[in-house]
C-alpha cells in the first residue's frame, strides 16, 4: 500500500527515531509502514494522530 507517512514526517522535520518513540514502536517497524510493507489499521491511526493529519491523508 503507498502511504505518505515519510513524506509528511520529513515534512514536519520529525525523524524516525522521535516518531517511532512516540507511537511505541521500533524504528525498524516504522520503516516497514513507510515502505508500505505493514498494513495495521491501529498503528496508521497513531502515526495520523501524532503527525496530525487525517487517515485518509496517509493512504494516496
Known amino acids: 500500500m503507498e502511504n505518505q507517512i515519510k ?8 525523524s524516525q527515531q522521535e516518531c517511532a ?3 511505541g514502536i521500533s524504528v525498524r517497524t516504522l520503516q516497514r509502514y513507510e ?6 489499521l491501529t498503528i496508521f ?3 495520523a494522530d501524532y503527525l ?3 487517515i ?5
Open 45 to 47: 491511526v497513531q502515526i
Open 56 to 60: 485518509s491523508k496517509l493512504l494516496c
Open 7 to 14: 513524506k509528511l514526517r520529513k515534512d514536519r522535520g520529525i
Open 21 to 23: 518513540d512516540a507511537i
Open 35 to 40: 515502505k508500505g510493507e505493514t498494513e495495521n
Open 52 to 54: 496530525k493529519v487525517d
